[in-house]
Structure formats: structure tokens, C-alpha cells
């Protein structure tokens, strides 16, 4: 089976990465590990535009979707790019909300999603909610079903600054007793190994112009065997990720999104590893963009479902289809 985007998917990933590199998102993101979102809502203003939210949005509700393999198109880019935010959670959010028993949340919370002019966050069996001191839509799961959280709690340091934990206070609208969690989980994942493979091949990318550049003995430290075989390495694991991505957009079936997010997951973090040892030290500074990116793969290694809970998905086999 071959993955080929056609040239609309691939027009729309050219021109969400021009947007991006025009954009200097390493300056917003360290804007926004400081608290400071006014850059991060103008970019996210700017990728709404672009239809990335409306996406997961149905077309009842004033979105263009469900679209789920242009939404890893446009998620590539996202990662690639490091861009801050509820990203995934708004994709979630959108996903939970247009499955919802009842239509009237989705039609008073959905196309101000798909829009932009709103953000999301959604916390799971009381876990904590990413950037729920910036989203303004925030839902919680509690044992009574999904309820419009009122406010969020003190901000919690992450291992990436650039994502603000905060619990959400309990109470607030209850929306759904009966809330289709497995489908926004579905979702969430997607979006996760999408911007995982963005990450990656970012990183990728980055160090193999630094080894060009930084020389030994001489030559080019990109020109030793073992840096080419790290390299090469890290290359494999991202493209061996990629049709995995595509082929679980295309069924959504809950053991294949398991597998394409501990699969990019595992290789971005694996290309991370690569890209720190052969950046050497200065790989570990925060003042260097490549900490950026670094921090981002590991959390995303773990969010929306650890490795070993993918694993057992795709062990179960649940409803998979190849």
C-alpha cells in the first residue's frame, strides 16, 4: 500500500510551512514558557485561518471535516515548527464535542474552535489539563461525565516549559453523561504522532546541517562513518513512522492510531537522543533553539498514552483491520 499525499494535501503543508518559518515560532514559544501568550494566540489566529482546526470540525458546525489525514498533514507542520498551544487538546475537544448525544454543546462551543477565536483543553479522569491557563474552553472528565470547567488551578512546571499543567476546578455546565471518550482519544493520538514526526524530522534536519558545518581533524564531523550511521538511524525510524501516520488516518481504527503514535512517538525521541549527543554540549543550553524541539519530544512520548499503553492497544488487537 503506498501513501502519497496529491498535490492539494501537499500545497497545504507548503504553505503552513512558509507561514511558520515566517513567523520565528522559537520566539513565540519561549514567549509562551514565560506566561506570555499574545504572540502564541496571533500564530494560533493565524493557523485557524489556515484550516487547521476546522479539520476536526464537521461541517454542521462550521468546520471543513472530519478530515483526519489533512489533519496529520497540517500536525507535521505544527511539530516541524514547535508551535506552543493545546493543539492536540483542541483537536480532542472538537472530536469529543461533535459526538456528544446531544447537538446543542457542539453547536454553542464547535465553530469558534474551528475559527480560532476559541482554544481548548481537556483533562481525562481528573489528570492535570495542558494549558489550561491559556485555553478558554476548558472540559473535564469527572465520575459524572463531561462537564465546562470553570477555571483552572496553580500552573505546574513540565519537563517542556513550553507546556503549562494546571488541574482543572471541579464543577462547571455538565455537558454529557455519557461522553465518547475512546473516539477524542483516537484523535488525540493522531494529532500526537503527526506533531511527534513534525518534531522529528525538525530535529533531523537541524543536526544534520549542524555536522555539515562543525568540524574535527579537519573535515566535517558529518563525514565520519558512526555520525552517518546515527543519522541514517534516526532517518529510517522517522520514514518507517510516517505510513504507519497515513494509515491510520485513513481507517481511525483504535489499534492502528496506537501504533502509528508509540511509532513516531519512539522515533522522534530516538532522533532527540541522536540530536543531542551530536550536537554535543551545546545541545543542552536553553538559549539554543535545539532545546525546543528536544524538550517537545519527550512529552509528547508520553502524552495521550505511555509506549507501553499503545503497545497494549495494538497487542489487543481491538478492531484492527490489517
Not at 555539515?212 to 579537519?218: L, S
Not at 532517518?235 to 492510531?257: S, W
Request: charged residues 20%.
Amino acid at each position: 500500500m503506498r501513501f502519497l499525499l496529491d498535490a492539494e494535501q501537499r500545497a497545504f503543508a507548503d504553505s503552513l510551512d512558509a507561514m511558520l518559518t515566517a513567523a520565528d515560532t522559537p520566539s513565540v514559544v519561549r514567549d509562551w514558557s514565560r506566561g506570555d501568550h499574545g504572540g502564541g494566540r496571533a500564530l494560533w489566529s493565524r493557523i485557524a485561518k489556515a484550516g487547521v482546526f476546522a479539520l476536526a470540525v464537521p461541517e454542521a458546525y462550521e468546520g471543513m471535516g472530519p478530515r483526519p489525514v489533512e489533519l496529520a498533514v497540517g500536525f507535521i507542520e505544527l511539530g516541524r515548527h514547535a508551535v506552543p498551544g493545546p493543539l492536540v487538546e483542541t483537536v480532542a475537544a472538537a472530536a469529543l464535542l461533535a459526538e456528544l448525544a446531544d447537538p446543542l454543546p457542539a453547536g454553542r462551543l464547535l465553530p469558534s474552535l474551528a475559527s480560532g477565536e476559541a482554544s481548548a483543553t481537556l483533562a481525562l479522569d481528573g489528570a492535570y489539563a495542558l494549558d489550561g491557563d491559556a485555553a478558554t474552553t476548558r472540559l473535564a472528565l469527572a465520575a459524572d461525565g463531561l462537564r465546562l470547567a470553570p477555571g483552572h488551578g496553580p500552573v505546574r512546571a513540565s519537563l517542556d516549559p513550553a507546556r503549562h499543567l494546571t488541574p482543572l476546578s471541579p464543577g462547571g455546565e455538565l455537558l454529557s453523561t455519557a461522553p465518547p471518550v475512546a473516539h477524542a482519544l483516537g484523535w488525540a493520538r493522531l494529532a500526537t504522532a503527526a506533531q511527534a514526526l513534525g518534531v522529528g524530522l525538525a530535529l533531523l534536519d537541524r543536526t544534520v546541517a549542524y555536522v555539515k558545518q562543525r568540524t574535527q581533524f579537519g573535515v566535517p564531523v558529518g563525514s565520519f562513518q558512526a555520525v552517518k550511521h546515527r543519522l541514517a538511524d534516526a532517518k529510517i525510524a522517522l520514514e518507517f513512522a510516517r505510513p504507519l501516520l497515513f494509515g491510520a488516518a485513513l481507517t481511525m481504527a483504535p489499534a492502528d492510531v496506537a501504533a502509528a503514535k508509540v511509532t513516531a512517538c519512539e522515533a522522534a525521541y530516538v532522533t532527540a537522543r541522536t540530536a543531542l549527543q551530536l550536537h554535543g554540549a551545546i545541545g543542552y543550553t536553553a538559549e539554543y533553539d535545539l532545546s525546543l524541539w528536544l524538550a517537545k519530544a519527550r512529552a509528547l512520548r508520553t502524552a495521550w498514552g505511555t509506549p507501553a499503553e499503545c503497545r497494549a492497544e495494538v497487542l489487543s488487537g481491538g478492531d484492527r483491520r490489517w
